[in-house]
């Protein structure tokens, strides 16, 4: 088991350095997603202060608690594109072949289709998503004790498996349609309107979808009202940065399960 363990390891890691060398191969490609990835996160957050200004809060939550908010939904978005944006685009490996190589490689395809393809533009992301973090931080007098930090940490690991985890549930689906469907304008569009404001803002009915049946709320709302002190509405939950991670775990595998049964359906690519 540890054997394994550690082959997996070194085989992440070099994967991890020949995409590392890619990026310093082409830097001026890495610098154009710099320059102008971070516009779309700036934009969002100046629309938050802009709603802010108008109608003075969100259902309780003030300019800095929002900020806190959305910088913990854009770091783990950001951390879900460097790990998990393949799913995104699962058809063109379906139509294209790619799963052939994998098959034929002793090691579990599910690791290899996600531990060894590292999206580092994905950085560029995770850049402002920690800026207006430690804005939202300084706006809130947000005191980091350790026990803090460890719930930041399971926070934003809980919620980057439950959008992989989502990507790649979506992404399976390309097994049975045969098809190439690029799910990541969806997926983007979906996270952001449920991800940068809280929940509660929304009907019940909506709020009991984003909790239990696709668990979006698990990925900012639940653990940063907790954190911060906020009532969060009728489905609350004690313990909801802990359960983040549970969330979160419990979504992956399930991905995982879907994504093996809905390899069996896979055909190569033909002639």
């Not at 994905?122 to 719930?151: H, S």
């Amino acid at each position: 088991m540890l054997q394994t363990m550690k082959h997996y390891s070194k085989v992440s890691l070099a994967h991890l350095r020949i995409a590392v060398l890619t990026v310093m191969e082409y830097p001026a490609n890495m610098l154009g997603w710099l320059l102008s990835n971070p516009i779309q996160f700036i934009l969002g957050f100046a629309t938050i202060k802009f709603v802010v200004e108008e109608f003075g809060s969100v259902c309780g939550w003030g300019y800095g608690q929002l900020a806190f908010l959305y910088g913990i939904s854009v770091i783990s978005h950001a951390l879900s594109m460097i790990f998990f944006v393949q799913g995104w685009f699962m058809g063109y490996y379906v139509i294209e072949g790619d799963f052939d190589r994998y098959l034929l490689r002793p090691m579990s395809v599910l690791y290899q289709f996600c531990f060894t393809k590292f999206n580092l533009v994905g950085i560029t992301d995770l850049i402002p998503g920690i800026c207006v973090f430690v804005y939202g931080c300084l706006q809130i007098d947000y005191v980091w004790t350790l026990k803090n930090t460890i719930y930041i940490l399971v926070t934003l690991v809980g919620a980057t498996f439950i959008r992989g985890g989502i990507y790649l549930i979506i992404g399976s689906s390309s097994f049975w349609t045969k098809s190439i469907n690029d799910f990541g304008g969806y997926t983007q569009e979906l996270f952001d309107k449920t991800t940068m404001y809280p929940i509660s803002m929304y009907p019940e009915s909506f709020q009991f979808v984003l909790t239990y049946l696709l668990p979006i709320g698990w990925v900012s709302f639940y653990p940063t009202a907790e954190l911060l002190g906020i009532p969060n509405g009728r489905f609350a939950w004690d313990g909801a940065v802990w359960m983040t991670l549970v969330v979160g775990i419990i979504v992956f595998v399930a991905a995982a399960i879907i994504f093996k049964c809905s390899l069996k359906r896979y055909e190569s690519a033909g002639n």
